[in-house]
Nanobody
Framework: VQLVESGGGLVQPGGSLRLSCAAS????????ATWYRQAPGQERDFVAT????????HYADSVKGRFTISRDNEKNTVYLQMNSLKPEDTAVYYC?????????WGKGTLVTVSS
């Protein structure tokens, strides 16, 4: 099982980025996929999740209405579309999948929101 995030970078406030999490070794659509983020000196926090075959989604209040989580089953990839970015969104973003009660993590991708 492997998760690889990509798409991070430097963006100005109000801008957009799309993060990707490519999975290998398992079928992503059968499991919940979750994005977390960790800002410098802070704990890792929940951002958004997409669950199971019905693709039910949940978001942290801080990103609701600005971020959208989605999946492409053919590409075995989950995305996080981030709009109206704020400086407080600056963090390393991690992708997580729980497969057979085991948590798997990617190495993260850095998002920096700054003018």
């Amino acid at each position: 099982v492997q998760l690889v995030e990509s798409g991070g970078g430097l963006v100005q406030p109000g801008g957009s980025l799309r993060l990707s999490c490519a999975a290998s070794g398992f079928t992503f659509s059968r499991y919940a996929a979750t994005w977390y983020r960790q800002a410098p000196g802070q704990e890792r926090d929940f951002v958004a999740t997409i669950i199971g075959g019905l693709s039910i989604t949940h978001y942290a209040d801080s990103v609701k209405g600005r971020f959208t989580i989605s999946r492409d089953n053919e590409k075995n990839t989950v995305y996080l579309q981030m709009n109206s970015l704020k400086p407080e969104d600056t963090a390393v973003y991690y992708c997580n999948a729980r497969v057979s009660l085991v948590d798997y993590w990617g190495k993260g991708t850095l998002v920096t929101v700054s003018s």
